[in-house]
């Protein structure tokens, strides 16, 4: 949903609270439907998928799309393929965020030439599933940079808790690798979008203690107020099975939110939050 904005120092930028479920390396994304020069040539980098959205970098300095940052509730038409000949791969829809860097929407190709296209799609999937379900469907806030420094990230962004969230535990025996100790760096602005969290944290993590000096420079990144993501028991409950047909595990759709109206600002989606 916004481009260049999910990297820093040679590695990603996250948001105060996100965490890391999965990392995957040598992925590469091929785009369509979309004028936007940034979007040609095929980009090669690596896959963070987090509690909030999915994240790309590039792994070529010198092409103009360093990084670009999918929030669940911007995907749609989301599906695994499997084609007869050739590798597995992940297709689908993302829609710009207002003030994201570019705009309209553009259709994406993900190949995983380590393999795991179908655990990866899977567990994003699932994971858009959970972060969405309470979703009334809004339109996401513009893109607002933070007034915050960046730092380091704290080690329990690396990795998702043990026990998972609402009794799904992501596939990290499939993915068992973690981003470079020296790669992952985050910001004190929450995000901007609902994610896997029970509710929207406005502390997150605090900056750590001696160690981490927090910087400054780093590229524009969402920073508005998020939406809260009701707990409820009884929605937890369904998420577990309810997010793709069991006979057609390779195949899910993740609603789109509703763009009938103009989205909020940042004043406006604030006081949402704060009602």
């Not at 040598?26 to 987090?50: A, M, N």
């Not at 470079?180 to 605090?206: C, F, H, I, R, S």
């Amino acid at each position: 949903m916004s481009l260049n904005t999910a990297h820093i120092n040679g590695g990603v930028l996250i948001h105060a609270g996100e965490r890391i479920l999965l990392f995957a390396d040598d992925v590469s994304i091929e785009w369509s439907g979309q004028g936007d020069p940034t979007f040609k040539g095929t980009k090669t980098g690596r896959f963070y998928l987090t509690t909030h959205r999915l994240v790309f970098n590039n792994k070529s300095g010198s092409d103009p799309m360093q990084s670009f940052s999918f929030p669940f509730v911007t995907l749609s038409e989301v599906e695994i393929e499997q084609p007869v000949f050739g590798a597995n791969y992940i297709k689908g829809k993302v829609r710009a965020q207002p003030n994201g860097n570019w705009i309209g929407e553009a259709k994406f190709k993900f190949t995983f030439k380590r393999g795991g296209a179908i655990d990866f799609g899977q567990a994003m999937l699932k994971a858009a599933y959970l972060a969405t379900r309470g979703m009334n469907n809004d339109a996401p806030p513009p893109y607002v940079p933070p007034n915050t420094e960046w730092y380091a990230a704290p080690p329990p962004a690396y990795a998702p808790p043990p026990e998972g969230y609402y009794g799904w535990v992501p596939p990290r025996h499939q993915f068992p690798d973690n981003p470079p100790t020296d790669g992952v760096y985050m910001t004190q602005a929450p995000p901007p979008y609902p994610g896997l969290n029970p509710a929207y944290q406005p502390g997150g993590y605090p900056p750590p203690q001696g160690g981490y000096p927090p910087q400054g420079g780093y590229p524009p990144q969402g920073g508005a107020a998020g939406f809260a993501s009701p707990a409820d028991a009884k929605a937890a409950e369904a998420a577990q099975s309810a997010y793709y047909d069991p006979n057609r595990p390779q195949m899910a759709f993740v609603p789109p939110p509703a763009y009938y109206e103009n989205p909020p600002s940042y004043s406006q989606a604030t006081n949402k939050k704060e009602q």
